[in-house]
């Protein structure tokens, strides 16, 4: 059994190695929030994440988690050290990796003994030949660099990486067959498939998977409008589009209000960014970027379209996190709405999230928060789903009307019964569907 230190215990740090532990190996936590990690040593959890807690007990009731602030003690005590530390991208599109060459440096200056290092930040090709070099500065001895993407998705992070599509690994060429093996053996029961190629091959991936899947949204968004004035309910055009296994029953047709989260607001650009170093000017991943933040607008539109002749409108949105089962506010499309219809000059918002009431919180709007979709919608004039949480799917409309002052609804999610809610007499906009 592996020894396996996680430098950066954020979402994809915890889920792996949490995960790791499954199989029985030993993982040492590192983080600089000591707080956060002393409450994982009593299995309180920083993210929501489903069945997380259970692995996450079950790890540290075998003894296999560890945790520490201390580098040198993680350096000293592991065999293998996984990156997970963030790479937010900067103004100008191009992936920060101050995180990143900060947490090598640190990891290198305390190696003492071979150790194979693994990037699963989300980072531009040549990172791996980065931490090499960094490493290389501070270290005399044998040591091995593999790229190892991470494809998890929020909300289910644990099934997508326990039943990963597939594991990717990417290998330095002078990388001896040892160290392939153990590398190979610690993903391999984690996907259906593994994938062992290079590490560029590895690095540039993640980024041209993430761009393609947020290619697809904003394709499917880009013919909402015009299926509004066509008349045509989007839905059925996405489900015919998945009939065609070229297409698949599972590819990224949902229309909405854009992608949010962490990674393909990031990734998008940093193609654009990638690209544009080697000459090639990304026209077609520019124009999916603006269509999904013009889709957030948008929706507010859609809202002030309903609320602009009434006196003083009340507004509820259902949902703050960029999709359901997860706290994540991260490039949240309600916060982009909420901006915009404060732009408008409208100041009565109240809004409700299952999980994400806390997290939004951070961004300091002056909007009201509420403890149910019940309190949020009592008096509205406008409800606003944001969010495909199920608590919203199932809304008892009957319910809703009888508390709301004035019957619309804006369902960027296509969640709700438009029939029935326009039967109730609700005046209902969808996402390319009237
Ligand atoms: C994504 C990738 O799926 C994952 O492989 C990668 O490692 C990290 O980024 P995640 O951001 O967790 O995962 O969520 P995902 O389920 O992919 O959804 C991203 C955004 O797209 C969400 O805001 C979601 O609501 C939106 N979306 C997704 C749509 O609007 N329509 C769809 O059809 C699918």
Redesign the pocket.
């Known amino acids: 059994m592996e020894k396996i230190g996680i430098i950066g215990t954020g979402y994809v740090g915890l889920v792996t190695g949490v995960c790791l532990t499954q199989e029985g190996h030993g993982v040492i936590f590192n983080d600089h929030k000591k707080e956060m990690l002393a409450n994982l040593k009593k299995g309180i959890l920083p993210i929501h994440e489903k069945d997380l807690p259970e692995l996450m007990k079950a790890g540290l009731k075998k003894g296999l988690i560890d945790v520490s602030t201390d580098k040198k003690y993680v350096a000293d005590q592991s065999d293998i050290l996984m990156f997970c530390v963030q790479t937010p991208s900067k103004e100008d599109g191009n992936a920060d990796l101050s995180y990143l060459r900060q947490a090598v440096k640190e990891v290198a200056q305390s190696m003492k003994s071979p150790k194979i290092l693994i990037n699963k930040s989300t980072a531009p090709v040549g990172t791996a030949r980065l931490i090499r070099e960094i490493v290389r500065h501070f270290y005399n001895g044998q040591f091995d660099v593999v790229s190892v993407p991470?494809?998890?998705?929020?909300?289910k992070a644990v099934e997508t990486f326990i039943h990963a599509d597939r594991q990717v690994v990417g290998f330095e060429d002078d990388v001896s067959d040892e160290v392939k093996n153990r590398i190979v053996n610690l993903f391999k029961p984690f996907g259906k498939e593994i994938v062992v190629t290079n590490t560029k091959t590895a690095e540039f991936s993640k980024y041209v998977?993430?761009a393609f899947?947020a290619l697809?949204?904003s394709y499917i968004n880009s013919m909402t409008g015009v299926s509004e004035k066509l008349g045509i309910d989007i839905q059925d055009i996405s489900r015919i589009m998945r009939l065609d296994k070229r297409i698949g029953p599972k590819a990224?047709?949902?229309p909405?209000p854009?992608?949010?989260?962490?990674?393909?607001p990031k990734d998008v650009v940093s193609v654009v960014g990638i690209a544009d170093r080697f000459g090639y000017t990304h026209k077609l991943l520019q124009v999916v970027n603006e269509i999904n933040w013009r889709q957030r607008l948008n929706v507010a539109e859609k809202i002030h379209h309903f609320v602009q002749k009434i006196d003083k409108p009340k507004i509820s949105i259902l949902g703050l996190s960029?999709?359901k089962n997860t706290s994540d506010v991260r490039n949240s499309?309600s916060k982009t709405v909420i901006e915009e219809l404060l732009k408008l000059g409208y100041k009565n918002i109240a809004v409700y999230d299952p999980l994400a009431n806390d997290n939004f919180k951070q961004f300091n709007l002056p909007i009201e928060y509420k403890n149910s979709w019940s309190e949020a919608v009592d008096g509205s004039d406008c409800l606003v789903i944001m969010t495909e949480w199920d608590e919203f799917k199932q809304l008892d409309l009957d319910l809703v009307k009888k508390k709301m002052r004035t019957l619309n609804i804006v369902d960027s999610r296509n969640l709700l019964d438009k029939e029935l809610a326009k039967k109730l007499g609700f005046n209902y906009m969808g996402m390319g569907r009237k």
């Open positions: 991470e494809f998890l998705q929020e909300g998977c993430n899947l697809e949204i990224f047709l949902e909405g854009g992608y949010g989260g962490m990674c393909f960029f999709k499309q």
